[in-house]
Structure formats: C-alpha cells, structure tokens
C-alpha cells in the first residue's frame, strides 16, 4: 500500500517537474530560432503546460483505464473552477473583467455542451478525437487572430520586452535558457520524465482505488486531477498573494478549453476512451455547472472576494464527499 501512495505521489511530482522542463526547454530552443513570442505563447506554452494531463490520459487510455483517463480532464476542469478560482479569493479580491473572458467563457460553455453530447455516445473514439481537435484548431487560429490585433495596439503603449512578458504568460522568462545545449538537455528531460511519471502515476491510482473499494474513475476525478492541477493553483495562489490574481479567470478558462480539446482530443485519436457511467451520470453535469458559473462570473465582471471564495471552496470539498459516496464498488 505505502508503495502504491509513493508511485502516485512520485509519479504526479515527477509529471510536474518535467513538464517545466519541457516548457522551458521548447521555448528556449524557438526563441533561439527566432520563433515569435506570440506564436511561443499560443502553441509551445499552451500544449507544454498541459504535457502532464496528456500523457497521464494517453497512458491510462493504453492501458485500458478508461475512467481515469477522463476522470482526470473532467476533475481538473472542475477543480480549476471551484478550487483555483476558491482559494485565491479567500487572500485577494479576483476580478473577473479580462478583456474577452466573455467571448472565451462561451465559447467554453459550448466545448462543454459539445463534450457531453459526445460522452453519451458511450466511447471516444477516432471521430470523436477529430472533431475536438478541429474545434481545438479553430479556437487557436482565432486566439492568434485577436492576439495579433491586441498586439498591435499595445505596441505603441508598452515596450516589445513587456509585450514579450504578456505573451509568454506564466513562464518565468530569466529562467529560461539561452544556451542551446541546455535548452535541448532540458526538452530530454521532460520527454523522458513524463512518460515515466504518468507510468507511475496511473499505477499507483489503480493499486489505490482497488485498495479502496472505489472506481478507477474516482480516483481520476479526485487524487489525480487534484494532483496535475497544482500548479495552476500554486501560481494563482502566488499571483493573489501579489495582488496580481486578475489573471485568474483567463488562466482558468484557457486549460479548461484545452483539457478538453487537446487532452481528450489527442488521446482519442490513439486510443478509444470508454466513458464510466458514474461520470455520466453526475460529473459532467458539475463540469458543466462549473462552466457557467465561469461565464456568470465574466459576463457581469463579477469581483470574488472571501464570501464567493468560501463558498467555492466548500463546494469543491462537497464534490469530493460526492464523488468517493457514490463511487463505492
């Protein structure tokens, strides 16, 4: 039992460290290459901050754990909501008036609805994998249209290395290498780590949920989604603390979309992906509840401060309670 809590645990930390690695390594290389920093932020940063979800799906979908391969995208979707978006507003009031949070919330609501309808086909398939990689490609290339003519009318207000910053979100850009040896040591430290910590991951999730008398789901949708979603809380987390949380809203709504686009999008298109009846019958619903509760909050510019982050928080720990009482096998 003690091995199968440190495979978890070893494994989940491993997935975030290479992650980093790889995020910073692939940026590294195509700012040597003369790649454009909004291009970077869109594309390399975008996908590389969500390597962890990806392969912990694609190496339980493989491996026939099905439960745990979406278990792990609809959790993450709603501990994004109820928990990242929670606990920062218990130390900070979060604003929630991003210029085009709105327009992006909608467009999340419908990636939801879209998700739902497709889970009731009982398996994700190839198709299913092609058209949420399609809608995946659509949403890029319009974040990159409206990105350009941001960039445009920023660019007489705020020097090209603030723009830079923008654009690369979360990335800490002094950390990132300009030697190119370093750069490439440090894409071969993700690309080795990752595979090797969503092994380790996905085991010791199995050897628990059996250990616990619950669904490989359950453990998808709690200790797993909890685990992969740790950084994004740590970082809004130190953003409220720096009075800087207005970032929150945005952040959240961009990995939702792309858990669902890319993640189970990709992983669909390698693997088919049964779809657990216990997440059909509750979870998506939370998932899709969380979702408008986003688009509530962007729509009336709503600030959150310590009464909505209580009630978030609670609401996330309430989930929990849910999900492991019906989730008895």
């Avoid at 993450?76 to 919330?105: F, H, Q, W, Y």
């Avoid at 659509?138 to 409206?146: E, M, N, P, R, V």
Wanted: glycine letters at 12%; one cysteine or more; a negative charge.
């Amino acid at each position: 039992m003690f091995i199968a809590y440190l495979s978890l645990v070893g494994g989940l930390a491993a997935l975030i460290f290479a992650g980093d690695f790889l995020v910073r390594g692939s940026v590294g290389i195509a700012k040597m290459l003369g790649i454009p920093s909004l291009v970077i932020g869109l594309t390399i940063v975008a996908f590389g901050t969500s390597a962890p979800e990806l392969v912990i799906s694609l190496n339980a979908a493989l491996q026939g754990n099905g439960g745990i391969a979406i278990g792990n995208v609809v959790g993450s979707n709603i501990a994004n909501v109820l928990l990242v978006m929670g606990l920062p507003a218990l130390l900070a009031p979060t604003p929630c008036d991003e210029k085009g949070a709105t327009r992006n919330a909608v467009f999340m609501v419908g990636v939801s609805l879209i998700f739902i309808g497709l889970c009731f086909h009982g398996i994700l398939d190839f198709w299913t994998g092609v058209v949420l990689v399609s809608m995946l490609a659509g949403f890029l290339l319009w974040s990159a249209h409206t990105a350009h003519q941001h960039r445009k009318t920023m660019k007489a207000a705020t020097g090209n290395r603030d723009l830079e910053l923008e654009e690369l979100g979360d990335v800490d850009v002094e950390s990132i290498p300009e030697n190119a040896l370093l750069s490439f040591g440090y894409v071969f430290i993700g690309l080795v780590g990752l595979p090797i910590g969503a092994h380790y991951t996905v085991e010791g999730a199995v050897v628990l949920a059996s250990a616990w008398g619950v669904s490989d789901a359950v453990i998808g949708l709690t200790v797993v989604a909890l685990g992969t979603s740790l950084p994004e809380l740590a970082t809004t987390l130190m953003a409220a603390v720096r009075q800087h949380a207005a970032v929150a809203l945005g952040n959240v709504i961009g990995s939702n979309l792309f858990n669902i686009l890319a993640i189970l999008g990709i992983t669909s298109l390698i693997a088919p992906i049964p779809v657990p009846e216990q997440i059909l019958e509750m979870d998506i619903w939370v998932m899709l509840g969380c979702a408008i509760l986003l688009l509530i909050f962007a729509m009336r510019r709503m600030c959150l401060g310590r009464g909505w982050g209580l009630l978030l928080t609670a609401g996330y720990i309430s989930y929990i309670y849910g999900v492991f009482a019906l989730g008895k096998i």
